[in-house]
């Protein structure tokens, strides 16, 4: 069965470092999503990417995000300035066409910033 | 607003037991819906969606009742390894999914 696929499983960084979470989507999927979960908390959407672009995105996406889909494969979140509250898993996701078709979820990335 | 609530629980319940869940959502605009189960530390997986003529898998049933905004799961016969944190998921719009905070469930011996 085809997957979602990320990398690094385990990512540390220093406080106000750069990060690039990278993603590889199920390959005919066209819907693509961030979310992240802070350990003991909800999974919160972070983002949603279609056409080559961003379709929606929650009020945590702020200019310390973006989203890219450089090739016809991968999908990666950057974090510009991490902070310590940045620490979470981050977990991308894809879909297929249809209303009723359903997220299907990468391992996460757990990202610490120290 | 684009929220899905949930019981947070803990629901302890002995091996066998029969256990609903309830997810109320507060956009009527809501279009799609979802079960998924999430283990400690590991990522969302789907259990089932949720059709509005209610459907079935095996000891799992889901429904939606749009006229009170809630979907239910109902799980038959529990067993020890259905022990897990369940997660309502409806869609808004054409691309934004959130995730209820989770209902945790622990099946007992």
């Known amino acids: 069965e085809p997957e979602v696929t990320q990398t690094p499983s385990h990512q540390v960084t220093q406080m106000g470092q750069e990060v690039i979470l990278r993603c590889v989507p199920i390959s005919n999927h066209l819907y693509f999503y961030w979310y992240r979960q802070i350990l003991g908390q909800k999974v919160e959407f972070l983002v949603s990417f279609y056409n080559n672009e961003i379709s929606e995105k929650s009020e945590i996406f702020d200019d310390q995000f973006s989203v890219e889909r450089p090739d016809g494969s991968n999908f990666t979140l950057k974090i510009r300035s991490t902070k310590l509250e940045d620490s979470a898993m981050y977990f991308c996701?894809?879909?297929?066409?249809?209303?009723?078709?359903?997220?299907?979820f990468g391992n996460g990335t757990r990202l610490t910033v120290t | 607003r684009k929220e899905v609530e949930q019981d947070p629980g803990p629901f302890n319940v002995p091996e066998g037991a029969t256990v609903a869940f309830n997810c109320t959502y507060s956009n009527s605009a809501s279009q799609s819906f979802f079960w998924y189960r999430q283990d400690c530390r590991k990522e969302p997986k789907l259990l089932m969606s949720?059709?509005?003529s209610g459907n079935e898998d095996g000891r799992f049933t889901a429904q939606l009742n749009r006229a009170s905004q809630y979907i239910s799961l109902l799980i038959r016969d529990s067993k020890l390894s259905d022990s897990a944190t369940y997660l309502c998921v409806g869609r808004y719009n054409n691309n934004d999914m959130r995730f209820g905070a989770g209902t945790r469930l622990t099946v007992k011996p």
């Open positions: 949720v059709y509005s």
């Open positions: 996701a894809s879909r297929g066409e249809g209303a009723n078709s359903p997220l299907h």
